[in-house]
């Protein structure tokens, strides 16, 4: 079923072979997208966010496989697209932000450089024609491009790695941006001045993007619909408003509940119990061991994700 005009993920299912057994990281994720569009992609840590964004790259590797599911992207299912396919769309019309931007920086070449090999990959000029671009693309993200184009990336902070990092992505003007926790390594001010950059650039560039976070309240100001993911599984989809104000699935209302509000004294309610370990997790619906609404059905059979009102889906049997 084509749900979004861009981008539709189906029956996703990921698996990890480790020491401790099979890790079954995603169950049949949905997930759909429409050009322009935000969406937010939240769940705690483990719930396999990054997973998903990793799929859509096709960057899954060993112990890692995907094993069933499709990545329908612009029309063509990516999962069965070879790597010099792939290699057409990822970096080009999919660009990637990722957690640890440090890390994802190449050690030994200079940002200038970096910057200017990614556009010249892009688009298919030379590294010499990009080098015009790297100016224009780190003052875009409000770097002084003489002080940064000959650093490493270890000689970068966090915040200046974060933005050669969307610097990069954003140069080769992608269909699909997946930023994935871009501000989490950083301060709240940083934080708070990324947002606002990713904000103005994607508004600029028209990209659709995917933003990974953990934080439910940066999801639904910054995206127009928001996935919430749970245990490998998106388990609710709505628009950003309508997630907060009428949420549905029981996860869905624990995680709200448990957002503190500044200037009320409401108690952090949290949701009982501990997300499952993945090697065995729980059978049917993996939320049963901690739903305080399970009945039969719950403990067999996994509810899948269902149009439970216009634009609102939800994987629940009390909706079913
Ligand atoms: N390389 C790997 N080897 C083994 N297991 C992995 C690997 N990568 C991910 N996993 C497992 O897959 C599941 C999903 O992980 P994922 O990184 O997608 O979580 P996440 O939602 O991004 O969490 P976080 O908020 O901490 O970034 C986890 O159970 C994790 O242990
Ligand atoms: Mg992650």
């Excluded at 935000?38 to 964004?53: D, N, P, Y």
């Excluded at 508004?203 to 439910?216: F, Q, S, Y």
Aim: glycine letters at 8%.
């Amino acid at each position: 079923m084509e749900r979004g005009s861009l981008l539709n993920v189906s029956g996703l299912r990921v698996i990890f072979h480790t020491y401790r057994g099979t890790i079954k990281a995603l169950n049949g994720v949905e997930l759909w997208l429409n050009e322009e569009e935000r969406l937010g992609i939240v769940g705690e840590t483990g719930c396999g966010k990054s997973v998903t964004a990793l799929s859509i790259m096709r960057l899954i590797e060993q112990p890692g496989e995907i094993i069933d599911g499709s990545i329908i992207f612009a029309g063509h299912d990516l999962l069965k697209f070879s790597e010099d396919d792939m290699d057409k769309i990822r970096g080009k019309q999919i660009s990637m932000i990722f957690q640890e931007p440090v890390a994802a920086l190449n050690p030994v070449f200079k940002v200038g450089f970096q910057i200017a090999e990614t556009i010249s990959h892009s688009r298919g000029i030379s590294v010499k024609d990009a080098y015009a671009e790297v100016k224009e693309s780190l003052e875009m993200v409000g770097l002084d491009w003489q002080r940064t184009i000959d650093l490493y990336a270890h000689e970068l902070s966090g915040g200046m790695a974060q933005r050669v990092m969307i610097a990069m992505a954003l140069a080769v003007k992608p269909k699909l941006l997946i930023a994935d926790e871009p501000t989490s390594a950083l301060d709240v001010t940083i934080q708070a001045q990324i947002l606002e950059l990713l904000d103005k650039l994607v508004t600029v560039g028209k990209n659709a993007v995917i933003l990974i976070t953990h934080d439910l309240g940066i999801a639904s100001e910054f995206c127009d619909r928001v996935a919430v993911m749970y245990a490998g599984n998106v388990i609710e989809v709505a628009s950003s408003a309508e997630i907060f104000d009428q949420p549905l699935h029981p996860y869905t209302k624990g995680l709200i509940e448990s957002i503190p509000v500044i200037g009320k004294s409401r108690e952090l309610v949290g949701i009982p119990g501990v997300v499952p370990d993945l090697v065995d997790p729980p059978t049917g619906c993996r939320f049963h061991p901690r739903c305080k609404h399970v009945f039969d059905k719950c403990y067999s059979d996994l509810p899948s994700l269902t149009e439970v009102k216009p634009n609102h889906h939800v994987a629940c049997h009390l909706y079913q």
